[in-house]
């Protein structure tokens, strides 16, 4: 009975990481790159990036395709590991380049000019490199294309 627990367990894990996973980098490049759920579209972001936190515009636009492009993949279980990669990278230079200065916790308040801190960000972080270690599960496209 146990063994069967830990099978299931194994079958279902990656997919309950990635479909919440899947659906917020999803939004968030969709924010981005197509101006979707109240976001700036391409061109803003690529300005406010540059001039807010001093990333160049290659970077910027690599961040786009990693967050859409890698949500889609995790969505799906497309490229899975390589989508998480993205996405996992993401989250490190935002830690460092934003979030880090305003501690651990997130403003939940909201109080204008305060940031939020690491911790939602580090959680989506550790969700990503559990993909890149994992792969997509049993239930993805990588596992109907790539039949080992």
Request: net charge positive; charged share 10%.
């Amino acid at each position: 009975m146990a063994r069967g627990g830990l099978e299931l367990t194994d079958a279902v894990a990656p997919l309950l990481i990635r479909i919440p996973l899947g659906l917020i980098f999803l939004a968030h490049g969709s924010q981005k790159l197509l101006g979707l759920f109240g976001g700036s579209g391409l061109t803003v972001t690529f300005a406010a990036f540059e001039q807010k936190f001093g990333i160049p515009p290659l970077f910027t636009l690599l961040a786009i395709i990693a967050e859409f492009g890698g949500g889609l993949g995790v969505l799906t279980g497309f490229l899975t590991r390589i989508s998480a990669a993205g996405i996992a990278s993401v989250m490190a230079v935002a830690i460092y380049k934003i979030h880090w200065n305003h501690g651990f916790f997130m403003n939940a308040a909201c109080t204008p000019g305060t940031g939020h801190g690491i911790e939602f960000t580090l959680a989506l972080f550790g969700m990503a490199l559990f993909l890149v270690v994992s792969g997509g599960g049993k239930w993805c496209i990588d596992r109907l294309i790539f039949r080992a």
